[in-house]
């Protein structure tokens, strides 16, 4: 079945160093991939998305690439800042855009920690 | 702009009891789903509705009810709360199913069952 693997957390950083947090899936067919960010107590919130291979999503100086050849959507940001500090999850829909059906699958949340 | 309204935010049950959760959303979505939060588990959809009068299950759908009351509301309805049903549970949102239809969550409800 369609899964998403995410590396382990929690990240550890200082202030303005840069990020990665590597996502992987499993899917059949086109699926588009997310990130989504959650925030100490608050719901998950959209991050950005990638619709197809090769695509580049990007949002407040993240951005993630689309890679269909190593089944990849690693998320990164070159200087991270304490108010980055958040759990950042991957997820997947195999859905196409008119099509119903099952919701996103979510990895399990990489938990990043910044420092001043 | 409320978006997703999930109550109540807490709640403490003792095993066996019963509770409802509730979820609006007034951005006239057409889907709405329910997930529960748990640590090392990422997210798990319990039960989705992709639109009003249809409700289907998702990943972990044993021992919760849902009914999709209008376009507005999706309730979660446990009917013998248990241990293993300690978690945080999401409720959110989409225009639709489909691939390019974000989801809005709501803030979620801490439930402990003792």
């Known amino acids: 079945g369609n899964s998403v693997t995410q590396m382990e957390g929690p990240v550890t950083l200082s202030e303005e160093a840069f990020l990665t947090i590597n996502c992987t899936y499993t899917a059949t067919g086109y699926p588009s991939l997310f990130w989504y960010v959650q925030y100490p107590g608050e719901g998950l919130q959209l991050l950005l998305k990638a619709t197809k291979a090769d695509d580049k999503g990007s949002n407040k100086g993240f951005e993630a690439t689309y890679r269909k050849e190593t089944t990849s959507f690693h998320l990164e940001k070159g200087s991270v800042q304490v108010s980055d500090s958040a759990v950042y999850f991957c997820?997947?829909?195999?859905?196409?855009?008119?099509?119903?059906?099952?919701?996103?699958?979510f990895g399990k949340g990489t938990t990043l920690s910044v420092s001043s | 702009n409320a978006g997703v309204t999930q109550t109540p935010k807490f709640q403490v049950l003792k095993t066996g009891q019963s509770m409802t959760l509730q979820c609006a959303q007034d951005m006239n979505h057409n889907s709405m789903y329910w997930y529960r939060q748990d640590p090392g588990m990422g997210l798990r959809l319990i039960y989705y509705?992709?639109?009003?009068?249809?409700?289907d299950k998702g990943e972990v759908p044993n021992g919760y009810n849902v009914s999709r009351l209008n376009k507005r509301e999706f309730s979660l309805r446990l009917e013998s709360a248990a241990p293993s049903q300690t978690s945080v549970y999401f409720c959110?949102?989409?225009?639709?199913?489909?691939?390019?239809?974000?989801?809005?969550f709501g803030n979620g409800t801490r439930l402990t069952v003792t």
């Open positions: 509705s992709a639109s009003e009068g249809t409700t």
């Open positions: 959110a949102s989409s225009l639709s199913t489909g691939a390019n239809s974000p989801l809005h």
């Open positions: 997820a997947l829909s195999d859905r196409g855009n008119n099509q119903a059906g099952t919701a996103l699958i």
